[in-house]
T-cell receptor, first 113, second 110 residues
Framework: ETGVTQSPTHLIKTRGQQVTLRCSSQSGHNTVSWYQQALGQGPQFIFQYYREEENGRGNFPPRFSGLQFPNYSSELNVNALELDDSALYLC????????????FGQGTRLTVV | DQQVKQNSPSLSVQEGRISILNCDYTNSMFDYFLWYKKYPAEGPTFLISISSIKDKNEDGRFTVFLNKSAKHLSLHIVPSQPGDSAVYFCAARSNYQLIWGAGTKLIIKP
């Protein structure tokens, strides 16, 4: 059974650029959630995908978008990067049951300069 | 507005003693609470959870207590071990998302 893996682990981008982050979910998990964790804060929910459709969204602007593929892997895309987008981006996979814990990847550290 | 609060940014405990981490929440509609542990350069790992219909859940050295009237939960670790040094997050489930506290850094002193 493989865990949740994210790529890349670190990334530096320039303000205004676009970035794509990738996540492979844990085997058997069809629900993927993305979180942004700024320094010194807890993770903030961005959105969740279930069976290739967005299933819920947090308070993030439309320039944050995502995809889920038939194998349940997922991408997070951020357009028009801003300095405040610098953060750790975490992907979590789970089963859709309400009382199932989410399993997290190691995160992608994005720095916008 | 922070719906989940961890008011202690850090906590230092002697090895072998009890560690108590606290978490307060404001939304009475939360029906499931979780504790995660995070080491540097790793993603959070699930520790223990509790449903809102219970007031206690125990798993080995870890026990979570829920006081719904006070909207407060706590994580007890006993005995504390050096490997417990990490950042601990409490999270509350609301529909499809987890609402997280800011975390408490636990330091276990030898």
């Amino acid at each position: 059974e493989t865990g949740v893996t994210q790529s890349p682990t670190h990334l530096i981008k320039t303000r205004g650029q676009q970035v794509t982050l990738r996540c492979s979910s844990q085997s058997g998990h069809n629900t993927v959630s993305w979180y942004q964790q700024a320094l010194g804060q807890g993770p903030q929910f961005i959105f969740q995908y279930y069976r290739e459709e967005e299933n819920g969204r947090g308070n993030f602007p439309p320039r944050f978008s995502g995809l889920q593929f038939p194998n349940y892997s997922s991408e997070l895309n951020v357009n028009a990067l801003e300095l405040d987008d610098s953060a750790l981006y975490l992907c979590a996979s789970s089963l859709p049951s309400e009382n199932t814990e989410a399993f997290f990847g190691q995160g992608t550290r994005l720095t916008v300069v | 507005d922070q719906q989940v609060k961890q008011n202690s940014p850090s906590l230092s405990v002697q090895e072998g003693r009890i560690s108590i981490l606290n978490c307060d929440y404001t939304n009475s509609m939360f029906d499931y609470f979780l504790w995660y542990k995070k080491y540097p350069a790793e993603g959070p790992t699930f520790l223990i959870s509790i449903s809102s219909i219970k007031d206690k859940n125990e798993d080995g050295r870890f026990t979570v207590f829920l006081n719904k009237s006070a909207k407060h939960l706590s994580l007890h670790i006993v005995p504390s071990q050096p490997g417990d040094s990490a950042v601990y997050f409490c999270a509350a489930r609301s529909n499809y998302q987890l609402i997280w506290g800011a975390g408490t850094k636990l330091i276990i002193k030898p």
